[in-house]
């Protein structure tokens, strides 16, 4: 969508950001009545915290098969922050952050293991290191994925990607706007660094390019239903990555890792 991302009330005068709030209600008064006043900028994000500590406490017992009730609660937390979560802020492109990444991963993982019919001790370690860290961030190494569980990585790699795909392809519909595309008083919706005698238009064709590749690697990762190797789901993750930093700044090198990640997938 697109929004005025500086606000002011009309009740007392308060100016705030709406990327930080995601209100139009004002944060002094409580009123409703306020205006944009800037101009729109695309934005998917919204202003979202991640917090799983009461689910540690409860979980931080568990052995084998985890209690019901507990499982529900952490899924519709993790799947409400995911829901809210976007790649397009106030007209910048955003990175697929580890944060995004660990609570895809970790509602993927507590699918798995409560399918597991014995867990074992690395299968549930696995689940809850990942509990531990994924609303700071931290993400376990690629060789810490107990094999009975890649399918978590592999089905988190892949929706990830594809969510992160989604915004990209408006961004790159909005740049192509922003770089003379559209009419030509429109004013520009999202922006990205332009170094001296860049030609930012010339980023958008090989990126539509790459995201066709994304697109049709993550419609194979879904038909396996995950099960692939984790160095696999993060290299498509790495290659997603490549392809924003690419976007953002037109480093050919970033481009190229984009390119290379793929490959070596379809080797």
């Known amino acids: 969508m697109k929004v005025r991302g500086e606000r002011e009330c009309r009740e007392c005068g308060r100016r705030w950001s709406y990327y930080e709030t995601g209100s139009v209600e004002c944060p002094d008064c409580e009123s409703f009545r306020s205006v944009g ?3 729109r900028t695309a934005h998917t994000d919204a202003p979202v915290s991640l917090d799983l500590s009461a689910h540690r406490a409860r979980f931080g017992e568990a052995t084998g098969t985890l209690p019901a009730e507990g499982v529900d609660e952490l899924k519709s937390d993790l799947r409400a922050y995911v829901r809210k979560r976007g790649f397009i802020r106030g007209g910048e492109l955003l990175p697929l952050d580890t944060t995004y990444l660990a609570a895809r991963e ?18 549930r370690e696995y689940l809850l290191d990942l509990l531990s860290g994924a609303d700071e961030g931290t993400r376990l190494p690629t060789e810490a994925v107990p094999d009975r569980l890649r399918e978590a990585r592999g089905m988190a790699a892949a929706r990830a990607v594809d969510e992160y795909r989604s915004d990209l392809l408006a961004f790159l519909d909005e740049l192509a706007g922003a770089s ?20 930012v238009e010339a980023r958008i064709e090989p990126a539509r390019a790459v995201l066709n590749r994304l697109r049709d690697r993550v419609k194979r990762v879904e038909a396996l239903n995950g099960d692939i190797p984790a160095a696999d789901a993060d290299a498509l993750v790495d290659a997603a990555n490549a392809l924003g930093e690419w976007v953002r700044t037109g480093d050919d090198v970033a481009l190229e890792r984009a390119r290379e990640r793929l490959t070596q997938q379809d080797a």
């Open 37 to 39: 006043v800037d101009d």
């Open 106 to 123: 970790l509602l993927e993982a507590v699918d798995c293991y409560d399918r597991l019919r014995d867990p074992t001790d690395p299968d």
């Open 180 to 199: 003379g595309v559209g009419s030509e008083d429109e004013t520009p919706t999202v922006s990205v660094s332009a170094g001296d005698g860049d030609d």
